[in-house]
């Protein structure tokens, strides 16, 4: 085992939480956390240390505090963790300059080739993974060119940027990480804010999958530095935020046997034949019950919600640690169910719209196979800032449900 390990770690919100816990957890060892500002998930945490940088999102700045980080701490193996996908494209950017750190993250070619949703869809071509009806647009748009018959498939239909790196460096206000359109003239508008501030790139119009929240599954992979998938681990969503920025992210996750997940063993073989490394995480809906999978994206680093791979048993610094240099080349898969949440139960039981679902979490509850991101007990304890920055938050989720959820579904 190295000794001295120092988790560096790029981000300040759950992500960043998740990740700088998962270290705590399996080696007892404080993350240092840089961020452009202060976040409510990290926020008076005793198991990080954290400075903010406004100007981090810069390269150079980036650079200069990971170079000065080193040289004060030459003793120490140093694991670098980028929480979002700018801070993993600068990452990937900037590694071969930051040789000391230990960074999972795909090499510069692949990431490249496969960043770009719609690049992504072509490589799913090639591996029969199968992913919604999609037209790529290069820009603004007319309503001729949105419409039904030009597009082959009905409104409503999903937008999103091809590229979210680029796209969330132009903030905006009413910006969102996916929209809805319910008509031709709703994406033209769509399109033409999006393009007007700064975004450059392409955009995806898509059919919509049919199915609520529940009708969503995650699956984390990590691949060693030669390539190889040492872990995956399958969550089953159970309900998803709801606020305008953050609509998608997971809420509530039931774990599920990914071994009996087809789609999986594909995504599998196509990680390891284009030599993928690190972590990748993938969005996939079920098309109403009919059995039909579609993968929506690659995200290229452990996902927002990683605490539901760590939770089952799979703690995600371990992988970083002790998989990804090392010699190895087993698979380790989860096959076991665990209820991860980030809400309160009693509010991701009462907005589940899967019935049997909101059952099953509260069996695994019950039998103390559980885990909540932010209650960690070790940090909140003789913490009473923690503590009460959890319980406000926690508490300020029935109030989002009730304003954002677009439908209210009452507990059984």
Not at 2 to 25: S, T, W
Not at 91 to 102: A, C, G, N, Q, V
Not at 146 to 172: C, D, M
Not at 391 to 398: D, G, V
Request: glycine letters at 6%; proline letters at 5%; aromatic letters at 12%.
């Amino acid at each position: 085992m190295k000794k001295n390990i120092i988790p560096v770690v790029i981000g300040a919100d759950l992500n960043c939480y998740n990740v700088v816990r998962a270290f705590h957890e399996a080696y007892g060892v404080k993350s240092y956390c840089f961020g452009r500002y202060p976040m409510a998930p990290t926020m008076h945490s005793s198991i990080m240390h954290f400075t903010a940088i406004p100007e981090l999102e810069e390269d150079d700045v980036l650079l200069k505090v990971l170079q000065d980080f080193e040289a004060e701490h030459l003793d120490g193996e140093l694991y670098l963790v980028g929480c979002t996908d700018q801070y993993a494209d600068m990452l990937i950017r900037l590694h071969d300059r930051l040789p000391r750190y230990h960074c999972p993250l795909p090499p510069k070619e692949i990431y490249q080739e496969i960043q770009k949703k719609a690049a992504f869809y072509e490589i799913c071509d090639k591996y029969d993974i199968p992913y919604p009806v999609t037209v790529v647009k290069d820009g603004p748009v007319s309503e001729g060119e949105v419409s039904e018959e030009a597009l082959g498939f009905a409104y409503p239909i999903i937008i999103k940027p091809s590229f979210s790196a680029e796209y969330f460096l132009h903030e905006f206000e009413g910006m969102k990480k996916v929209y809805v359109s319910h008509s031709p003239k709703e994406s033209v508008d769509i399109m033409k804010e999006i393009y007007s501030h700064g975004y450059s790139d392409k955009m995806i119009l898509q059919k919509m999958v049919e199915g609520g929240d529940s009708n969503m599954r995650v699956l984390t992979c990590f691949s060693d530095n030669k390539g190889k998938v040492r872990a995956m681990c399958l969550g089953h969503t159970m309900v998803e935020e709801h606020t305008p920025t953050g609509l998608g992210n997971h809420a509530a996750i039931v774990t599920e046997d990914v071994t009996k997940f087809p789609v999986a063993e594909k995504i599998r073989k196509m990680l390891e034949d284009i030599g993928y490394t690190g972590f990748s995480n993938f969005d996939i809906k079920e098309d109403g019950n009919s059995g039909d999978f579609r993968v929506f994206e690659i995200n290229l680093r452990q996902g927002r919600s990683n605490y539901y791979v760590t939770g089952a048993g799979m703690n995600i610094a371990r992988l970083i640690v002790e998989k990804y240099e090392d010699e190895g080349s087993d698979l380790t898969v989860c096959t076991k169910e665990t209820y991860w949440h980030l809400i309160p139960s009693k509010v991701a039981f009462t907005y589940t719209e899967d019935k049997a679902l909101v059952e099953k979490a509260k069996r695994l509850e019950k039998a103390g196979r559980s885990t909540s991101s932010l209650e960690y007990k070790y940090d909140m304890y003789r913490n009473p800032l923690r503590w009460f920055f959890v319980k406000e938050q926690l508490r300020r989720h029935y109030a989002k449900y009730k304003k954002y959820y677009p439908v209210r579904k009452e507990a059984k």
